[in-house]
């Protein structure tokens, strides 16, 4: 009984992000497409496919249209091996990709959603954002105070200092123990 329920919660939520995305790309095809390339990106990284690609839907759909849509992709992948190489939970993915879906909205880049949001659940978020703008943190404050910092430029720059900085310890990360049970909980979830 517990296999079949267990079965059955996953069939409905592969249904679910089949819909979402769907309704995100405007086509069940460029969904399959994209949900096969989230799939793939969580296999190499040993993060969970599914909690993956429900954490992150909302910031997929915020940046559909949007300037930065050519980007979320290598965002998207940046902000997942930052997420693996410091072990972050479920909670703090969805809650990191719901920032940066924030920033991706509003167009400008507020501290409520790069200091809180985003740094409560990616440690030293405004450091590395500093350093992605070539500014100190300090500057990169009153900068953003001014109105003047974008997710636009930010958001590409960030997602290159993450990859830079923790690309091969998500690697590393994604050999270890939970990365093999999170790619044991793909078998029957492909897209």
Same mark, same amino acid.
């Given at each position: ?15 679910? #992000?089949? +819909?979402?995305?769907? !309704? =995100?790309?405007?086509?069940? /095809?460029? *969904?399959?497409?994209? %949900? @096969?390339?989230?799939? &793939? ?26 300037? #930065?849509? +050519?980007?979320?992709? !290598? =965002?998207?992948?940046?902000? /997942?091996? *930052?997420?693996?190489? %410091? @072990?972050?939970?479920? &909670? ?100």
């Amino acid at each position: 009984a517990f296999g079949g329920k267990a079965c059955l919660d996953a069939a409905l939520q592969m249904d679910r #992000l089949d +819909k979402s995305y769907t !309704s =995100i790309y405007g086509s069940a /095809s460029a *969904a399959q497409q994209q %949900l @096969s390339y989230l799939y &793939d990106v969580s296999g190499r990284l040993g993060l969970q496919f599914q909690s993956t690609a429900e954490g992150a839907k909302t910031f997929f759909a915020a940046g559909k249209g949007s300037t #930065l849509e +050519k980007d979320l992709n !290598s =965002i998207f992948e940046a902000v /997942s091996s *930052a997420g693996a190489a %410091l @072990s972050l939970s479920t &909670d703090d993915m969805h809650g990191a990709f719901l920032a940066l879906g924030q920033m991706i909205s509003k167009g400008k880049v507020q501290a409520e959603e790069l200091r809180g949001q985003l740094g409560e659940r990616l440690p030293g978020a405004f450091q590395l954002a500093a350093k992605a703008m070539g500014m100190t943190t300090a500057a990169l404050d009153k900068f953003m105070a001014d109105g003047k910092l974008t997710a636009e430029e930010l958001l590409p720059k960030l997602a290159k200092v993450l990859k830079d900085e923790y690309g091969a310890a998500a690697e590393e990360a994604a050999k270890g123990m939970q990365g093999s049970l999170n790619r044991l909980s793909h078998i029957g979830t492909a897209p």
